[in-house]
Nanobody, 118 residues
């Protein structure tokens, strides 16, 4: 059974930091492209950050490229999103995604809520 379980969300003040984690199981984590998506209130889900394997190359959305960092630990089957200098517009649900290019498969986590507010 495939599972992606996110954690680390919460309430943080503007300018603060959070680190999200996503643990995968039930699939070959190391062969999947891992991504984080953000769904702001009332908006569509958008890609925030992506990390490939095994080279670890990354791509971040322009709005977060100077503030967020994505990383992965294939031994722990975990992908991280380090978020710094958080802004109110970063508020929303963050989803973990696993994508297999050759298999054309996508898996999603249940999401973790991040609220940036004073």
């Amino acid at each position: 059974q495939v599972q992606l379980v996110e954690s680390g969300g919460g309430l943080v003040q503007p300018g603060g930091s959070l680190t999200l984690s996503c643990v995968g199981s039930g699939f070959d984590f190391s062969s999947y492209v891992m991504s984080w998506y953000h769904r702001a209130p009332g908006k569509e889900r958008e890609m925030v950050a992506t990390i490939n394997s095994p080279d670890g190359s990354t791509k971040l959305a322009d709005s977060v490229s100077r503030r967020f960092r994505i990383s992965r630990d294939n031994v722990k089957s975990t992908v991280y999103l380090q978020m710094n200098s958080l802004r109110p517009e970063d508020t929303g649900v963050y989803y973990c995604n696993a994508h297999s290019v050759p298999l054309g498969l996508d898996y999603w986590g249940q999401g973790t809520q991040v609220t940036v507010s004073s």
